[in-house]
């Protein structure tokens, strides 16, 4: 159980706002509080910058130092709420990396393979949907995943580094009121966010994928 956020714009955009309401989010939004640790990934077309702590993010300042007047064109901000039985170590933080990707979740898989590296659920749902060279074959990784798996939850946030994009799942299997996504694209780019933080986003479907380049939602796609 997590909360969480992605962006993507076709300028740099200041981050410690998004941070700001993941940790809000983190302290006393829904189920709150998400205090296992956190981690975020930010791009630029020339850099990017990884952090994660085992500290709370409503409880460590020190991010702020990270990214002062750093200015990003994507990124992804996660604060985990560890699922029972799984560890919390800074080996469990999001996002994780394969290949050039990176991936945050929010949810437990059940039946998921922990013998992995990190002893994680989310780690095992990466390894299955990872490989992907077009919106639909993703789609079609995700679908075989959730149809051979129970969990609460497999809402996701994925970008691709060497494509320059990011993708969004929303997918659960019950509380819709804590699953929902909520996102928002305008001149200035897309977020999407675990809660409507400002009363204003647009709601996720169950099912629904969403494929984001420069700022602008270019494809959508359902698993079920």
């Not at 077309?45 to 702590?53: A, F, G, N, P, T």
């Not at 990190?118 to 990872?130: A, E, G, V």
């Not at 204003?200 to 939602?217: F, Q």
Request: aromatic share 14%; with cysteine; charged share 25%.
């Amino acid at each position: 159980m997590c909360r969480m956020a992605a962006f993507s714009s076709n300028e740099y955009v200041e981050v410690g706002k998004i941070i700001i309401n993941v940790s809000e989010m983190a302290k006393s939004g829904k189920s709150a509080p998400h205090d296992d640790g956190y981690g975020f990934v930010l791009f630029t077309k020339e850099r990017k910058l990884e952090y994660k702590s085992v500290v709370a993010i409503f409880e460590d300042d020190f991010w702020k130092s990270v990214v002062e007047g750093f200015k990003a064109s994507a990124g992804i901000v996660h604060a985990r709420k560890a699922s029972e039985n799984l560890d919390k170590t800074k080996l469990q933080l999001h996002p994780f990396h394969i290949s050039g990707k990176y991936l945050a979740h929010n949810g437990t898989v059940y039946n998921a393979n922990i013998e992995n590296d990190f002893r994680s659920d989310t780690y095992d749902f990466f390894l299955n949907i990872f490989s992907f060279d077009n919106f639909e074959a993703l789609i079609d990784n995700v679908r075989r995943y959730v149809t051979n798996h129970k969990y609460s939850g497999l809402n996701f946030l994925l970008y691709d580094e060497i494509e320059d994009s990011l993708y969004v799942g929303c997918i659960y299997s019950r509380s819709p009121d804590y699953f929902t996504l909520y996102y928002d694209q305008n001149e200035a780019g897309f977020v999407v966010y675990s809660e409507n933080v400002n009363g204003d986003l647009t709601p996720m479907e169950n099912g629904e994928i969403l494929k984001v380049s420069n700022g602008k939602v270019t494809q959508k796609g359902r698993v079920f």
